[in-house]
């Protein structure tokens, strides 16, 4: 079992918006602002999309975006495009370890 | 370009140990903490441990304490993870990531390493 909690799946058509959850607890999300999302495509290496919530690394794409309430965190993909087809993982620092949630695949209809 | 150029693919015996090798170019080695993350078949990431390349100071996840070992070579900007007592659940890919900002932002291509009798 994960330490966070995530959907198994989200599915959307092009150009439309998505929104994957990130839930863990006021030891991790709640209390740090250290939530980072991946995108990993089949058989390849994570790849790094949002750092420290809501910030977006060099060449990601300005249709990703992050967010954090609470205990939840959130992804957001809007003008969803058929590449944006993978699995998504989320990740927060909880002292001393880094804890993953179960990952989330989007299919992009 | 900066990146992480991973050893090839592993087969063990239960057991055994296995030793996978991280080596870093395009960046300052000593100036990142390296992590190591695995990913068993269909399954999600899970982390196993830090290592500071800059005077080798390591932490490691409870569930792999006594059992693995984060070492580091600053003379080939190389980290390597040993595993030992390996079993069938061990069988996954084994990345290593480049820390920042409290994110990976730099990933390995993974190794494959398979456990089997």
């Known amino acids: 079992q994960s330490a966070l909690t995530q959907p198994p799946s989200v599915s959307g058509s092009p150009g439309q918006s998505v929104t994957i959850s990130c839930t863990g607890t006021?030891?991790?999300?709640?209390?740090?602002?250290?939530v980072s999302w991946y995108q990993q495509p089949p058989g390849t290496a994570p790849k790094l999309m949002i750092y420290e919530v809501s910030n977006r690394p060099s060449g990601v794409p300005d249709r990703f975006s992050g967010s954090k309430s609470g205990n939840t965190a959130s992804l957001t993909i809007s003008g969803l495009q058929a590449e944006d087809e993978a699995d998504y993982y989320c990740?927060?620092?909880?002292?001393?370890?880094?804890?993953f949630g179960g990952g989330t695949k989007l299919t992009v209809l | 370009q900066v990146q992480l150029v991973q050893s090839g693919a592993e087969v063990k015996k239960p057991g055994a140990s296995v030793k996978v090798s991280c080596k870093a170019s395009?960046?300052?080695?000593?100036?990142?903490?390296m992590d190591w993350v695995r990913q068993a078949p269909g399954q999600g990431l899970e982390w196993m441990g830090i290592?500071?390349?800059?005077?080798?100071?390591?932490s490691y996840a409870q569930k792999f304490q006594g059992r693995v070992a984060m070492t580091g070579d600053t003379s080939t900007s190389t980290v390597y993870m040993e595993l030992s007592s390996l079993t069938s659940e061990d069988t996954a890919v084994y990345y290593c990531a480049r820390r920042t900002n409290w994110a990976f932002d730099i990933w390995g291509q993974g190794t494959t390493v398979t456990v089997s009798s």
């Open positions: 990740s927060s620092y909880t002292p001393s370890i880094w804890v």
């Open positions: 395009g960046y300052t080695f000593t100036r990142y903490y």
């Open positions: 006021s030891s991790d999300v709640g209390n740090y602002n250290r």
């Open positions: 290592i500071n390349p800059n005077g080798g100071s390591t």
